[in-house]
Nanobody, 120 residues
């Protein structure tokens, strides 16, 4: 499977960060797979943010305090991350990923990542 992140590389503070993951080589509805977003902030390790399952169930990290939403478009084989009220602390490389567990910061498969900078 191939995963490709896309979206703006620069977001202003207080705005909403929106990234899309386009998946090829498999369907996001394939049973027992979870499609997730992870990130790596400067100088820190990989951080699991949330996931959406093959059936559309959602799993979110409590550390994001309700700012995260993950949706999907099965017709386009894509899933999308939205992170609201961003601050410079949300500056990171963002990855979309696939695994057979919902919550993992080291998924078996992931995209190449996309840099997002939060700055005015």
């Amino acid at each position: 499977v191939q995963l490709q992140e896309s979206g703006p590389g620069l977001v202003k503070p207080s705005q909403t960060l929106s990234l899309t993951c386009t998946v090829s080589g498999d369907s996001i509805t394939t049973t027992y797979y979870f499609w997730s977003w992870i990130r790596q902030r400067p100088g820190k390790g990989l951080e699991w943010m949330g996931a959406i399952s093959w059936s559309g169930a959602h799993y979110y990290s409590a550390s994001l305090n309700g700012r995260i939403s993950i949706s999907r478009d099965t017709s386009k084989n894509q899933f999308t991350l939205q992170l609201t009220s961003v601050t410079p602390e949300d500056t990171a490389v963002y990855y979309c990923a696939r695994d057979r567990v919902a919550q993992t910061s080291t998924p078996v498969e992931r995209g190449q990542g996309t840099q997002v900078t939060v700055s005015s």
